[in-house]
Structure formats: structure tokens, C-alpha cells
């Protein structure tokens, strides 16, 4: 239990890099960038891991049994908000832009904590239905800020949906750390541009 504490302590601290951009401490471009760097750095970590055998104590306490031999959650983290934050970087025709990326990384830095601490913890396929309703409320409730009623319903029902279900595909889960904050982005910018139409 202690190391899945320490996995969701980690998970939120990525709340920092958007709180540069909410503070006026950085443009949205500049958090994109950051998180990019953190991409690419985490990238060449886990090649050296996987594949020369980088042996830090830290991955066996912040690394899953089903991440020894896969890409590591804090990867696929870095991965999924770094194109986030670059694709929702500048408006465009549909009126995509960071307020739409931010509650949708915030949804995986704050809301798939909370669920990971609700929840068991092992893996399943589907979460408790306790679990999803906490996910729903609390992502809904980071997106309220940023964009309409509405969208930010759309985007928290992405982002449980992401989370609660963990499709396994020739032995690799799929983990929600690649999941939430594309399916949460996209489902708020959809509810947005179903707004523009009435």
C-alpha cells in the first residue's frame, strides 16, 4: 500500500507543470514544451531499463509487476500530456486551446489519483462502480473552470471511461495514463463545438 501511495504522490506532482500556466508563470507553449522534455526523457530512461537493464531501486517501488517488461506508467503519462499540451497549444478553426488541455491533464494528474487510491489498486478490467462515480464528479469538477457545463460533462465521462476500463491487448494493458487526458480533450472539444451549433 505504501508504494501505490507514493505512485499517486508522484501522479500529482505532475499538477505543477499546468499550475506554471494557471499561475502566469508560463505559456501554455512553454508547460507543452516541459512536458515534452519530460517525454523524451522518460523515453530514453525506459529504453535503457528495458533494454540495457537500468536496476534504480525506485522502479521497483513506483513500477507495476505488468510494467517490468512494458513501457512504465510515468512514460505513458509524459507521452499522452505531452501531446496534449502540443496539440491544444494554439487555437484552431474548432477553438481548441489550453483551457481545454489543462482540465484534461488535470483529470490524470488529480483525478487518477484519487481513483487509484478508491480503488484496490491491482489491475482489473473494470473498476467498482463507487470508484467511477468519484472519477466522474471530481474529473466534471476540474473541467468546470475551464470550459462549459456541458463539455466538461462529456469530458469527464471520457476521462472515467478511460480510467475505469483497462483493456489488455496481446498481453499489454492499455493503461489510463495513455488514455485520460486525449479521450478527455477530445470529448470537451467536441462539447464545445456542439455548443457553437445552437
Not at 501531446?83 to 489543462?102: D, M, N, Q, T, Y
Not at 499489454?172 to 479521450?183: G, K
Request: aromatic letters at 10%.
Amino acid at each position: 500500500m505504501r508504494d501505490e501511495i507514493a505512485r499517486r504522490l508522484v501522479h500529482a506532482s505532475g499538477t505543477a507543470l499546468p499550475l506554471l500556466y494557471l499561475l502566469d508563470l508560463a505559456t501554455w507553449y512553454q508547460v507543452a514544451l516541459l512536458f515534452t522534455l519530460g517525454a523524451v526523457v522518460a523515453l530514453v530512461l525506459e529504453a535503457i531499463r528495458l533494454y540495457v537493464g537500468l536496476e534504480w531501486v525506485i522502479y521497483d517501488h513506483l513500477t507495476r509487476e505488468y510494467e517490468q517488461d512494458n513501457l512504465a506508467g510515468y512514460a505513458l503519462y509524459f507521452i499522452s500530456s505531452a501531446g496534449v499540451a502540443l496539440a491544444f497549444s494554439f487555437e484552431s478553426a474548432l477553438g481548441v486551446r489550453p483551457e481545454i488541455a489543462v482540465p484534461a491533464i488535470l483529470m490524470l494528474t488529480i483525478g487518477d489519483p484519487i481513483s487509484g487510491v478508491l480503488g484496490s489498486g491491482e489491475l482489473k478490467k473494470t473498476k467498482q462502480t463507487f470508484v467511477l462515480l468519484v472519477m466522474f464528479v471530481v474529473c466534471t469538477l476540474l473541467a468546470v473552470p475551464f470550459v462549459p457545463l456541458f463539455a466538461a460533462v462529456l469530458g469527464g465521462l471520457a476521462a472515467t471511461l478511460a480510467d475505469g476500463v483497462k483493456p489488455v491487448v496481446a498481453t499489454y494493458v492499455i493503461d489510463d495514463n495513455l488514455t485520460i487526458p486525449p479521450a478527455a480533450a477530445v470529448a470537451m472539444a467536441v462539447g464545445v463545438e456542439v455548443l457553437t451549433l445552437f
